[in-house]
Structures are given as structure tokens and as C-alpha cells.
T-cell receptor
Framework: DQQVKQNSPSLSVQEGRISILNCDYT??????FLWYKKYPAEGPTFLIS?????DKNEDGRFTVFLNKSAKHLSLHIVPSQPGDSAVYFC????????????FGTGTRLKVLA | SAVISQKPSRDICQRGTSLTIQCQVD?????MFWYRQQPGQSLTLIAT?????????ESGFVIDKFPISRPNLTFSTLTVSNMSPEDSSIYLC???????????FGPGTRLTVT
């Protein structure tokens, strides 16, 4: 059972436009969510996170939105740049007692110049 | 943050053999983790390795198949034993530096079993 789902395996966006990457989860115990970016032949790098006590967190061009009732989060990148082309993973954790992350399958973002 | 290196970066191995993957961190960390990413799949946690204690394995992973060592606060190894083609994956180590639930990943080891 996939507890964290990224239903779009790929996304293409024009440079300068908004990229929206989506993630759904099923476990209501998850209370901390993260986005990672992965370039080929490199490990994932942390991008942005959000706690369940918030519904929005912003860091520069990156904003994560959390809708707890829908068990849905999204990552907005504005404006998108060619260097943002990578695979993006969302991850979720139930922070009480463990550091375990459950990852989604990733969305490959391609920003077209 | 932490800088993490892994050796080897990639390998092609024969069925039935074993491979040991090394993970080195540039600072002392309490918790290290080993993940597997099979082709087209998400990252799956294999085990958590704390220095001075036995590794804790996730459901579906056993010590006989994936023995882990954690001799000090900057180093860990994962061995993939008696390999089969199904073990072909990217294996990643990560560390938790004590910050707010952010893990830092190594570059991964791409393993192909023939």
C-alpha cells in the first residue's frame, strides 16, 4: 500500500511559468512533510518542509501548501528555471518517536527554456 | 548540513556474490539510514544504524541479507549478500544531523546484478 503518492510521473513547464507538483498521502498520523530534489547521479537534496500545524511554508521561489483535510500537499515553484529540472520527491513522517520517512515515487520536472 | 560520500559509486556484480557499500560523513552524526531505490520506485528505508547498537531493520529487510556495520559516528557499511538481479537498485545512505527532521543523502551506489 503506497502511503505517499505522486500521481504525475512527469511534468513539463515553460521557463518563467509556475510549476505545481502534487502529493497525496493516506496516513492521518503523518505530521511532517518534506520535498526533496534529485539530479541524476546525485543523492536527493532537501528543498522545503512543512509541519502539519501550518498550511503554507515559503522559501524564495518555493512554496509548499498543505491541505490536511484532503491529505494533499503541493509544491509551487515560481518562476520556474531550467536549473529546476530534476526529479522531485515528497516525503512524510509521523514525528512521534521515529525519524522514518515514507517517500513518494517522484515527479520528473522539465523546465523548457 | 553534512557532506556524505559513498563508495563505490557503481558496480556490476555477479549473481550469488556480495558487495559492501561504504558511507562516510564529514561530521559526527547519531543516526544513519540506508535506503534502496529500485528502478521507477520510491526510496524505501532498509534500516536505521545507530552507533553502538544493532541496526533496526524495516519490514521486508533482514540482517542476513543486508548486514550493516556502524563502527563510529562518521562511518557505516551496508552489505548486499548473495545477490540476485532483483537487488539491482540504487543504494543511498543518509544522516540526520539533529535538525528539524531533515535528512541529508549521499550520492548513492548504483548496483547492477547480472
Amino acid at each position: 500500500d503506497q502511503q505517499v503518492k505522486q500521481n504525475s510521473p512527469s511534468l513539463s513547464v515553460q521557463e518563467g511559468r509556475i510549476s505545481i507538483l502534487n502529493c497525496d498521502y493516506t496516513n492521518s498520523m503523518f505530521d511532517y512533510f518534506l520535498w526533496y530534489k534529485k539530479y541524476p547521479a546525485e543523492g536527493p537534496t532537501f528543498l522545503i518542509s512543512i509541519s502539519s500545524i501550518k498550511d503554507k511554508n515559503e522559501d524564495g521561489r518555493f512554496t509548499v501548501f498543505l491541505n490536511k483535510s484532503a491529505k494533499h500537499l503541493s509544491l509551487h515553484i515560481v518562476p520556474s528555471q531550467p536549473g529546476d529540472s530534476a526529479v522531485y520527491f515528497c516525503a512524510a513522517s509521523a514525528t512521534s518517536g521515529t525519524y522514518k520517512y515514507i517517500f513518494g515515487t517522484g515527479t520528473r520536472l522539465k523546465v523548457l527554456a | 548540513s553534512a557532506v556524505i560520500s559513498q563508495k563505490p559509486s557503481r558496480d556490476i556484480c555477479q549473481r550469488g556474490t556480495s558487495l559492501t557499500i561504504q558511507c562516510q560523513v564529514d561530521s559526527q552524526v547519531t543516526m544513519m539510514f540506508w535506503y534502496r531505490q529500485q528502478p521507477g520506485q520510491s526510496l524505501t528505508l532498509i534500516a536505521t544504524a545507530n552507533q553502538g547498537s544493532e541496526a533496526t531493520y524495516e519490514s521486508g529487510f533482514v540482517i542476513d541479507k543486508f548486514p550493516i556495520s556502524r563502527p563510529n559516528l562518521t562511518f557505516s557499511t551496508l552489505t548486499v549478500s548473495n545477490m540476485s538481479p532483483e537487488d539491482s537498485s540504487i543504494y543511498l545512505c543518509s544522516v540526520d544531523t539533529g535538525g528539524p527532521y531533515e535528512q541529508y543523502f549521499g550520492p548513492g551506489t548504483r548496483l547492477t546484478v547480472t
